[in-house]
């Protein structure tokens, strides 16, 4: 009886129409304490995660600007979903451009 429930489950859970998958973005700033430089990341670790992946300078720390729910799945390195609110922001771990010149 119990076994026919595993099979039954089983067979259930893999005939599931659509996986769904969601994430959490964050576009970080990184400044420098002493100089007041900064630069954006957009990253799926927040603030405390972020320093373990990519080591900071000396003087260096990490603060959240902004964070968003991605709807889509981000394997395959797929691109960090835009903010919303922001419209096209930057992308997965990049600075934003300078301005183009007229």
Known sequence: MVRRLIVAS???????????A???????AVVHEGT???????STLDDLQYPSYHPLNPGERVVI???WMCWARSDHFKAICPDPKAGAGPTANSTP???AAP
């Open 97 to 99: 451009a300078a301005p």
């Open 10 to 20: 089983s067979l259930a859970l893999s005939f599931s129409v659509n996986a769904r």
């Open 36 to 42: 007041g430089n900064a630069r954006t990341v957009v």
């Open 22 to 28: 969601e994430y959490r973005a964050y576009e970080l």
């Open 65 to 67: 600007r902004a964070t």
